[in-house]
Structures are given as C-alpha cells and as structure tokens.
C-alpha cells in the first residue's frame, strides 16, 4: 500500500498515526501540492490529500474513509469503539477535529492574502470556531492524562493530536488560552506515533 501526503497535512497526519498504532506497513509517497500534476491527482480527481492507494491499484478517501478501511483491515488493536455510543462519540470528535482543521487552513489561506485585501470577518469568525471547538478539545483530554503509555491510543485521541498540532504549527496564538491543552499535546510527543509525524 502506499499512502499520498505532505508532511504538514494533518488528515494525512491522522493516517499515518493510525498506520504506526496499527503496525500496518505502506509506504508514504510526499507530495507536492503547488504542482499542477502531482501524483495523487491521478488517483484522487479533487486533488487532495491524504489517498491511499491499495495493492489492486484501487485508491481510498478521504481521511475518515481511510482510517475506517484500516480499521477493517487490521481489527486489532482497535481504535475505534464497539460499542455503539462510544463509537459515535469518537466519531463526533473526529469530526470536530476535522472542522478544526479545516477552518484553521481556511484561516490560513486567508491571512497570505494581502493585508488590505483580507476578509476581517472571515478571519474573525474562523478564529472564534476554532478557539471553541478547542475549548472542546481540552475538556475532553481531561479524561486522557496517562494514554501516552496506554497500548494504542483511540481516534478520539489520534485525532486530537492531528488537529491541535496544526493549529500550533500554522496559528500558536490560538493555543495560548490552552494550557491544559498544551501540556497533554506535549506529554504526547513521547509515543513513537506521535513524534515520528511531527509536521516539519
Ligand atoms: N476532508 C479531506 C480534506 C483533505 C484536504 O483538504 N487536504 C489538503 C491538504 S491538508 C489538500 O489536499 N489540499 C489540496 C487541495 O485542496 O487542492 C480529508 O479528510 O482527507
């Protein structure tokens, strides 16, 4: 298998998480997105990464597919809850990690524009979402002190990590009134899934 992505990506950062927790060998093919042929566009017709190509040649997207196929394909361990509440619970905060994500690469986009020509608004309601969908984020990893050590971590905690360590790369300031926050990202940095994904 092989897996299109960029180092910073962090829905190809949720993936490559997912591979290492899983122990589920694929090789990892960087791409450059500022080309307008790079190689997941033949596999992917919106461009985008993370793909993940499977060994009969036929390609899954987008991250939240990709980590359920991988969840079919490896049970054990899982990372994903039987149980159906449970289950919904780490999908909802998927989700919200995901809009984390996304609204902060909107953000991100939005600030390279020339001064004069940025949406104000735009960049203030951006912030405003994100800032409380990580309000949201930092609740949740109070129940998550010591899963640094634990023997896989969940979506619910991949996810986080793939989120808030792009926030910290792309927009710090947002970080700063989350100390808790801050603090279970770092205790974090010890699992090998984790500091060996770091976004460069
Ligand atoms: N919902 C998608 C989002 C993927 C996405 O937006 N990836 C970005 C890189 S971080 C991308 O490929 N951007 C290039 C483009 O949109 O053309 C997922 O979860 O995989």
């Given at each position: 298998m092989r897996l299109f992505a960029t180092e910073t990506s962090p829905y190809a950062r949720k993936v490559r998480i997912v591979l290492l927790e899983k122990n589920i060998p694929c090789e990892v093919e960087w791409v450059?997105?500022?080309?307008?042929?790079?190689?997941a566009l033949a596999h992917n017709p919106l461009g985008k990464i993370p793909v993940l190509l499977r060994n009969d040649g036929s390609a899954v997207y987008d991250s939240a597919v990709i980590v359920q196929y991988l969840e079919v394909l490896r049970?054990?361990?899982?990372?994903?809850?039987?149980d159906p509440e449970a289950r919904i619970e780490a999908l909802r905060v998927e989700a919200l990690a995901s809009g984390i994500m996304d609204t902060t690469i909107a953000w991100v986009l939005e600030q390279r524009h020339a001064a004069d020509c940025q949406d104000l608004n735009m960049l203030q309601r951006a912030r405003g979402k994100v800032t409380t969908a990580l309000a949201m984020l930092q609740e949740e990893t109070m129940a998550w002190?010591?899963?640094?050590?634990?023997?896989v971590l969940n979506l619910s905690q991949i996810a986080t990590v793939a989120a808030v360590g792009y926030v910290d790369l792309r927009?710090?300031?947002?970080?700063?009134?989350?100390p808790d926050l801050l603090a279970w990202m770092h205790s974090m940095r010890l699992r090998p899934s984790v500091s060996a994904t770091l976004p460069q």
């Open positions: 450059n997105l500022r080309t307008q042929d790079h190689a049970p054990d361990p899982a990372i994903i809850p039987k002190k010591d899963v640094g050590s634990a023997p927009a710090p300031d947002f970080l700063v009134q989350f």
